[in-house]
């Protein structure tokens, strides 16, 4: 079948939950260096800023913050200490190790699809892959050890400059779509659930002028329940206004995603 369209994928909110996994490990390292656990609320409200896609940085931002405004007399950690308390309660063993070893949050992640998923995409002529800030052993294990996908194209941490820099994105897209990207190519779509995400696909908008590309957003997993309509609906409102092209309720909606209607 003919190719109709390249989608690109954040991992996490997208792929899978990461309330009891990253977002509790964000919250456990703020707690420890400061006393203070932040909300989901106040976590959705510093990625609604559109720069915090790496959790250890907001991690000490938040902890700046609250430090800041309580003129307390603690001290900031380095962001050494940081990441090494964070992958403590992620991982809860070396990343580096077989994840068998392992005993972190990363152990409470549910997925938000499975591998018919991508069969689906596939058999109908869209051609898929990853652009994550995730570590790699983290990315690695939820595509292939979970997911059971072979050697998924997998842009990660290390990769490429952090979101909202488009680098990665752009990188992934050529190197499934050939070194040339502009009006003779098929779409180009990204889904991820922050304000970053959708900045991602704006910037390469403006490096790659010709090329179509498209911003997918959805809320992440937590605000999906029924007692949180409310903040979903702000939350999808502040995607729309950040650019997004289009907001999705399921990843599925993709299945009959219409490139044409953008």
């Not at 079948?1 to 792929?15: A, P, T």
């Not at 007399?73 to 200490?81: A, D, F, Q, V, W």
Request: with cysteine.
């Amino acid at each position: 079948m003919k190719n109709i369209g390249l989608i690109l994928f954040d991992i996490d909110g997208v792929i899978r939950s990461v309330e009891e996994s990253y977002r509790l490990s964000l919250k456990k390292t703020v707690y420890k260096f400061s006393g203070w656990e932040p909300s989901y609320l106040d976590i959705d409200s510093a990625k609604n800023e559109g720069i915090w896609n790496n959790d250890w940085d907001l991690s000490l931002e938040l902890i700046k913050r609250f430090i800041k405004k309580g003129n307390l007399n603690l001290e900031i950690p380095s962001r050494e200490k940081i990441i090494k308390c964070f992958e403590q309660f992620y991982f809860g063993g070396d990343p580096n190790k077989d994840s068998k070893y392992w005993y972190g949050f990363i152990k409470n992640e549910k997925l938000l699809v499975d591998k018919k998923f991508f069969d689906l995409l596939q058999r109908n002529g869209i051609i898929w892959g990853f652009v994550s800030g995730a570590e790699s052993a983290s990315a690695k294990f939820v595509l292939e050890k979970r997911l059971g996908l072979k050697s998924p194209p997998l842009i990660s941490m290390g990769d490429a400059p952090d979101k909202p820099n488009p680098k990665g994105f752009i990188k992934l897209s050529k190197k499934l779509l050939g070194d040339k990207l502009g009006a003779s190519n098929i779409p180009i779509a990204y889904v991820g659930d922050t304000i970053a995400d959708i900045n991602t696909v704006i910037n390469a908008k403006k490096e790659i002028p010709y090329q179509k590309f498209i911003s997918i957003g959805i809320a992440p997993p937590h605000l999906h329940l029924k007692s949180r309509l409310k903040e979903r609906n702000s939350y999808e409102t502040n995607l729309r206004n950040a650019g997004a092209d289009l907001i999705i309720n399921s990843i599925n909606d993709l299945n009959d995603i219409n490139f044409d209607q953008f």
